[in-house]
């Protein structure tokens, strides 16, 4: 199988040695997206509604890129700043995922890049 890079250009572009996404025969999977406006390439200001939302937004862009939408993802792994924003998140996390949503999984984690309050990356299949 062949690998396909997937690049977007209403989602952020990679601040490190990664790229958004890789296509590899069906399945999609994404580097992880942090709350960055791909206009400005600045971390939107707000709480973790805000933050989770342009954070999904980001990852939206990158599936249809590739074709794909949040219909085609079957795994999230979210990682937020405080475990304590878990509710709001899902609150977020809930528009853009419905029933059935895909497998998942939500830690809190030490730190994120640039200070944000949640990053989240996901895999994606389609026949």
Same mark, same amino acid.
């Given at each position: ?50 933050? *989770? ?6 990852? @939206? =862009?990158? +599936?249809?890129?590739?074709? #794909?939408?949040?219909?085609?993802? &079957? ?25 059935? *949503? ?6 809190? @984690? =030490?730190? +994120?890049?640039?200070?944000? #309050?949640?990053?989240?990356?996901? &895999?994606?299949?389609?026949?």
């Amino acid at each position: 199988m062949s690998k396909e890079i997937i690049s977007s250009e209403n989602a952020p572009k990679a601040i490190g040695p990664y790229v958004q996404a890789v296509k590899v025969g069906n399945f999609l999977f994404t580097s992880g997206q942090i709350p960055l406006d791909p206009a400005t390439n600045t971390i939107v200001v707000g709480d973790i509604k805000v933050q *989770a939302k342009r954070v999904l937004d980001n990852l @939206v =862009a990158v +599936l249809n890129e590739a074709g #794909l939408t949040t219909k085609n993802v &079957v795994k999230t792994t979210c990682f937020l700043k405080n475990i304590n924003d878990f509710t709001a998140f899902n609150e977020v996390y809930a528009e853009y995922f419905t029933s059935p *949503a895909p497998a998942r999984s939500c830690v809190e @984690v =030490a730190r +994120l890049p640039k200070g944000v #309050l949640c990053e989240v990356e996901l &895999v994606a299949y389609k026949d």
